[in-house]
């Protein structure tokens, strides 16, 4: 099998059920935890407690969208996932993060085996140039629903 068909697609792991577009914390671990929480019963989540800890004890990846918002990427290696699992999360007021100077506008949780690393960068680098994309942004940040949501985020990973 050549490499082009290995290949996950974004909405092969984001599902819309993992998207919450009303994120109502305000303060960084706090929205972690509100937004993970979508991947509880995910069947690709072996273990929730230690997914949950491969989250929290990483670095957050901080991406300056504008002068005034970020996006932030939890995420996380581990063998508590049987393959690559995301979800993402909106606060259009602003969640406080410390590291990020900026107001996190978008969080993204990303849950990795360990023998995807090579797909989990793809997917990464794919995120933060959709998110960095002024107009890609605004969309994301204006969507009314999570079909919406996926739809713009996928064209502009997999375009």
């Known amino acids: 099998m ?9 909405n092969d792991f984001l599902l819309l ?3 919450n577009l ?20 995910d069947p690709r989540v072996s273990h929730w407690e ?6 929290l004890e990483r670095p957050l990846f901080s991406l300056r969208a504008n002068d005034q918002a970020a996006i932030m990427i939890a995420h ?26 900026q107001p996190v506008l978008l969080l993204f949780i990303v849950g ?3 023998e995807l690393s090579t ?6 680098g ?3 140039r959709a998110c960095g994309n002024p107009e890609t942004l605004e969309k994301l940040l204006s969507t009314e629903n999570s079909h919406d949501f996926m739809t713009t985020l996928s064209s502009e990973c997999e375009g």
């Open 22 to 41: 009303s994120v109502k914390a305000k303060e960084g671990n706090t929205a972690l935890k509100e937004v993970m929480k979508l991947l509880q019963y």
């Open 50 to 55: 230690n997914f949950c800890q491969s989250i």
């Open 119 to 124: 797909e989990y960068l793809r997917i990464m």
């Open 2 to 10: 050549d490499r082009e068909h290995k290949m996950k697609h974004l």
């Open 17 to 19: 059920e993992s998207i």
């Open 126 to 128: 794919s995120i933060a």
């Open 112 to 114: 990795i085996p360990h």
């Open 76 to 101: 996380g290696r581990t063998s508590s996932v049987r393959d690559l699992v995301m979800a993402a999360g909106r606060n259009t007021q602003g969640i406080t993060f410390h590291e990020s100077e």
